[in-house]
């Protein structure tokens, strides 16, 4: 029987695909013996050379199985493809909703893939030394679900496919990072995977680097579709993905030529071969449906020199009769008829959710391929030396060295006791990252082309790049989203801490990337700068106004805005001792005093909010609450309501998200019973109320900045403590 796609299907530059879909074989009733042909996908002898070279140490084992691995038959591929196709369209239709065309039009690659190359165990989802695989475009989420199942992880049962996009199920409808294990990153903003993918190949080369590919040598694979190809982010990821000559990166691209609209034809005229060429990555277009094609590719992808995309050809839905081939296939049950015809034409007898033991068994057989591998790498972690192994294994269980962390903040605070310093929160943030890159080395900094001015780069600090991949600072160029993405990645290989730079501002550029840190709970530490009108002269267009509120609007990403030298290094040791939690620090490009004196051991910033200066008596008339650069306002403010006999009392705030998280008692301790409550900060209000009440008064800004040296801007915009003073009177009179 042959399956021929009933309506043209485009490539990227609307030309009608040269590709025949192959025919498919149908083997009803005939058995099939794909047990034994796809469990030799590495032979044996193969595994076993593999294995006792990797004990010995004479040899790496580079892939999974890969060079040397038979295919199985076209008639054994087809149906193993088929069952992802099966499952895809059976869910989607159980939950009236979902994207069955991808997975059913990538099912050949995923097939290959995951039978013949990707190196993993699917009895341990999270074995370090891994391939990892993104699918960036998670809306065809259904491809990975279907994959678990198949390759037997544990916690995708038949049950959790059926529950497909229910409340509660491991099968949601994108895909997310920990949630459903075997899920590598959370998808589906498209362009998003892609870019954490080349974060988790830098993840890779550097650890390489560092311990050895021994211990560290794995691929990265990507599949990515139009959208993600499309989005902006995409030419970000790619270009530095290229520059890095990241080698063991492949995409493996669902050239289908469709999108919701339909074709891509009607949007975009890219050549994406020529693209990613352009970029320094070695590109080919292949026929998505043959095994074979599929195969080669990736064999010669896994020797190039840099990274590789694979173009595959394909047809979205494949074997939907009448919605193959076309946007009607994307996103939307396919309908019982056309289900109903799809199973006739692709041979699929089998009752919906259900594989049938021939075909069940060699994917299951391909889940447990990688398990020697593992076996073997624990073996040669085992070997490593008793130092660098617990170090190793430190980095990648997310650890920090407590003790050296405790010294590294210590010291550095003692110096600012000792010596205090009125300096810029972005210069202070540099002096306590001597320290703590000195007492981490698994944090890799960076900065978007703004190394000067966000402080990212200590003195000392090598730089990561494709001749050094052990470096520890990343010149990402102008690329902010792609930026905080690749931290992401970064992150989420395990191993590393990466911390960025860009100018607060600018966080509106990383925004996408920043929300799925959050939503993912890494541990990512972005360092942004010139956090408000404070930074002058270069005017409204880089003065951030409403960026601390989008940001605190963020669940679960700590908002850090230091008032001074010794709450930047507690800040800073905050965010990286929130191990599950992504953080900004918003710093000041000008100076600021050190308002805190004297050595205080215990990090006064943990509790998001404190007293910094109590009231002159026991019975505060107003508490002035403040951020950042504005609390220096707020101690003037104190005095100036001292003069009028008013007492007061200052709060800093430096993480709103930590005091409001603290327990109701401290919480209502820290904000205070004074009458009137008066906060002041260079951005909008919105958020303050939680703090101040609705009754409280707000100095602050409520638009745009303007252009102009920033000792004059505070009071063109009434940010001063007279202001402050004035209006904590206004509210008592
Ligand atoms: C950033 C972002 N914008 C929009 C969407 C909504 N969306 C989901 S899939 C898709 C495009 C579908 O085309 P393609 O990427 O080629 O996937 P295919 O149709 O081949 O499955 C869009 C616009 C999204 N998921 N992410």
């Known amino acids: 029987m042959t399956l021929v796609a009933r309506r043209p299907a485009f490539d990227s530059k609307g030309r009608h695909h040269a590709i025949c879909p192959q025919p498919f074989s149908l083997h009803r009733g005939k058995s099939l013996t794909l047990l034994p042909r796809l469990a030799s996908s590495m032979t044996m002898p193969d595994r076993v050379g593999a294995v006792s070279a990797a004990l010995a140490h004479t040899s790496r084992v580079t892939s999974a199985t890969g060079a040397g691995s038979k295919p199985a038959t076209r008639a054994e591929h087809d149906q193993m493809a088929n069952a992802i196709r099966a499952l895809a369209m059976d869910a989607v239709e159980q939950a009236k909703s979902g994207h069955p065309g991808l997975p059913m039009g990538v099912a050949d690659i995923a097939t290959v893939l995951f039978t013949r190359f990707l190196k993993f165990d699917a009895s341990n989802p999270i074995w370090p030394d891994r391939d990892r695989f993104v699918l960036s475009a998670g809306h065809g989420s259904m491809l990975l679900y279907a994959l678990l199942y198949l390759l037997g992880y544990e916690k995708m049962t038949i049950e959790e496919i059926k529950r497909f996009r229910q409340l509660g199920s491991l099968t949601p409808g994108h895909p997310e990072h920990g949630h459903t294990p075997g899920v590598e990153t959370t998808t589906g903003p498209l362009g998003q995977g892609l870019a954490d993918a080349v974060g988790m190949a830098i993840a890779e080369r550097h650890l390489a680097a560092v311990f050895g590919e021994d211990v560290v040598d794995h691929t990265t694979y990507v599949l990515a579709s139009d959208g993600d190809l499309m989005e902006g982010i995409s030419q970000e990821a790619i270009a530095l993905g290229g520059h890095l000559k990241l080698k063991k990166l492949i995409v493996l691209y669902d050239d289908n030529g469709i999108s919701i609209d339909g074709p891509v034809a009607l949007t975009d005229s890219v050549d994406q071969v020529k693209r990613f060429e352009s970029a320094g990555w070695a590109a080919t277009r292949i026929d998505g449906h043959d095994p074979a094609a599929i195969a080669a590719a990736i064999e010669t992808a896994k020797k190039s020199d840099g990274p590789s995309l694979i173009a595959c050809r394909t047809i979205i839905g494949f074997g939907a009769p009448t919605k193959g081939g076309t946007e009607k296939s994307h996103g939307s049950a396919l309908g019982a008829e056309e289900i109903g015809a799809a199973r006739r034409k692709l041979g699929w007898s089998a009752p919906p959710f259900e594989i049938p033991g021939s075909i069940l068994d060699p994917w299951r057989a391909a889940g447990a391929r990688g398990q020697p591998l593992r076996l073997a790498w624990q073996q040669r972690v085992a070997a490593m030396p008793a130092d660098q192994r617990a170090e190793f294994e430190r980095r990648i269980r997310g650890e920090l060295p407590a003790k050296k962390l405790a010294t590294a903040v210590r010291e550095v605070k003692e110096k600012l006791a000792q010596a205090p310093k009125e300096i810029a929160t972005r210069a202070a943030s540099e002096l306590a990252l001597g320290a703590l890159t000195v007492a981490l080395p698994e944090m890799i900094g960076g900065s978007a082309d703004l190394t000067g001015s966000n402080n990212t780069l200590v003195r000392g600090m090598k730089i990561l790049n494709a001749a050094d991949y052990a470096g520890r600072f990343i010149h990402y160029g102008v690329r902010e989203h792609g930026m905080a993405a690749a931290m992401n990645g970064m992150a989420l290989h395990g191993g590393i801490i990466p911390y960025s730079g860009t100018f607060l501002v600018f966080s509106d550029y990383c925004r996408p990337a920043i929300r799925l840190a959050a939503l993912m709970s890494q541990r990512v530490i972005h360092v942004m700068t010139h956090d408000s009108i404070g930074l002058g002269e270069d005017g409204p267009t880089h003065q951030p106004v409403e960026q601390l509120a989008a940001l605190r609007a963020i669940p679960g990403l700590k908002v850090f805005r230091p008032c001074d030298a010794v709450e930047t290094?507690?800040?800073?040791?905050?965010?990286?001792?929130?191990?599950?939690?992504?953080?900004?620090?918003?710093?000041?490009?000008?100076?600021?005093?050190?308002?805190?004196?004297?050595?205080?051991?215990?990090?006064?910033?943990?509790?998001?909010?404190?007293?910094?200066?109590?009231?002159?008596?026991?019975?505060?008339?107003?508490?002035?609450?403040?951020?950042?650069?504005?609390?220096?306002?707020?101690?003037?403010?104190?005095?100036?309501?001292?003069?009028?006999?008013?007492?007061?009392?200052?709060?800093?705030?430096?993480?709103?998200?930590?005091?409001?998280?603290?327990?109701?008692?401290?919480?209502?301790?820290?904000?205070?019973?004074?009458?009137?409550?008066?906060?002041?900060?260079?951005?909008?209000?919105?958020?303050?109320?939680?703090?101040?009440?609705?009754?409280?008064?707000?100095?602050?800004?409520?638009?745009?900045?303007?252009?102009?040296?920033?000792?004059?801007?505070?009071?063109?915009?009434?940010?001063?403590?007279?202001?402050?003073?004035?209006?904590?009177?206004?509210?008592?009179?």
């Open 569 to 733: 290094i507690e800040c800073w040791q905050l965010a990286l001792e929130g191990k599950d939690a992504p953080s900004v620090l918003a710093l000041t490009r000008q100076n600021v005093p050190q308002l805190r004196q004297g050595f205080d051991e215990h990090n006064r910033c943990a509790a998001g909010a404190y007293e910094l200066i109590a009231a002159d008596d026991d019975d505060a008339a107003v508490s002035l609450f403040a951020t950042g650069s504005e609390v220096a306002i707020a101690v003037a403010a104190k005095k100036l309501l001292a003069e009028r006999h008013i007492s007061a009392r200052v709060v800093s705030v430096p993480c709103f998200e930590l005091l409001l998280a603290a327990p109701e008692g401290k919480r209502a301790a820290v904000i205070g019973n004074a009458t009137v409550n008066v906060a002041v900060e260079a951005g909008i209000r919105q958020g303050w109320d939680a703090i101040i009440g609705s009754q409280g008064a707000f100095v602050g800004m409520t638009g745009f900045g303007a252009s102009a040296p920033y000792k004059n801007l505070y009071p063109h915009f009434g940010i001063t403590a007279e202001a402050l003073a004035e209006a904590a009177l206004g509210r008592l009179r």
